[in-house]
């Protein structure tokens, strides 16, 4: 049983535009939401870290939000660039420290 | 301050044979994490390690193991390797690994086991 999922599983879109990628979990234990960025091959690179007591984070052009009551966390991105294509990975944080569940990931494509 | 540290980047071993991995955590963070991350599975937790001692445990059978040493410097130990131990191996650390915090990843180790 999938804990945290995402959804699109892929996306493509042409640069300039707004886009919003979708997280969701069933456990009700999980407390916090961690938004990760993956380039191929690489390792995690954090964005955004929403903790229970908030119910958003922003940076530059990401906003991510946090709803634990429906278990959903969306990521918005604001005028879409190339360099932003990558995989986005949402983890939601569960137990008394601070392990990770992570979602299914969403392979953005940002097309020039 | 120097991020998270893997080594080495790519390994290549056989069947059966053993490996040992390394992460050095950012300067100060006590906590370090292991993660496995397959195309099928994606990223499962395996171990977190503070103070020399193992906190936690994910679902994985005995072949895998860590250790921790007094400078935080961690190894993750995988014997008697399987095809399906071929995967991309993260390391993350953090201050305390307390509830809440936030978890610095390093580049990854990645394995193939033929």
């Known amino acids: 049983k999938q804990e945290v999922t995402q959804i699109p599983a892929a996306l493509s879109v042409p640069e300039g535009e707004n886009l919003v990628l979708n997280c969701s979990f069933t456990d009700s234990a999980i407390y916090n939401l961690q938004w990760f960025r993956q380039d191929p091959g690489k390792g995690l690179t954090s964005l955004l870290l929403i903790q229970s007591s908030q119910r958003e984070q922003t940076s530059g052009r990401l906003n991510a939000s946090l709803d634990k009551s429906s278990g959903r966390s969306t990521l918005y991105i604001a005028a879409s660039q190339p360099g932003d294509s990558a995989t986005y990975l949402c983890?939601?944080?569960?137990?008394?420290?601070?392990?990770?569940?992570f979602g299914t990931g969403t392979l953005l494509a940002v097309q020039p | 301050k120097a991020g998270v540290t893997q080594t080495p980047r790519y390994l290549i071993k056989t069947r059966g044979q053993q490996v040992t991995l390394s992460c050095s955590p950012i300067s100060g963070h006590r906590s370090v994490s292991w993660y496995q991350q397959t195309p099928g599975q994606g990223l499962q937790f395996l171990f977190e390690y503070f103070s020399e001692t193992q906190r936690n445990k994910g679902n994985f059978p005995g072949r895998f193991s860590g250790r921790q040493f007094s400078n935080s410097r961690s190894e993750m130990n995988v014997s008697t390797l399987e095809l399906g131990d071929s995967a991309l191996y993260l390391c993350?650390?953090?201050?305390?690994?307390?509830?809440?915090?936030?978890?610095?990843f390093g580049s990854g180790t990645q394995l193939s086991v033929l």
């Open positions: 983890a939601g944080g569960k137990g008394a420290t601070n392990k990770l569940i």
């Open positions: 993350a650390s953090s201050v305390q690994g307390s509830r809440g915090e936030k978890l610095f």
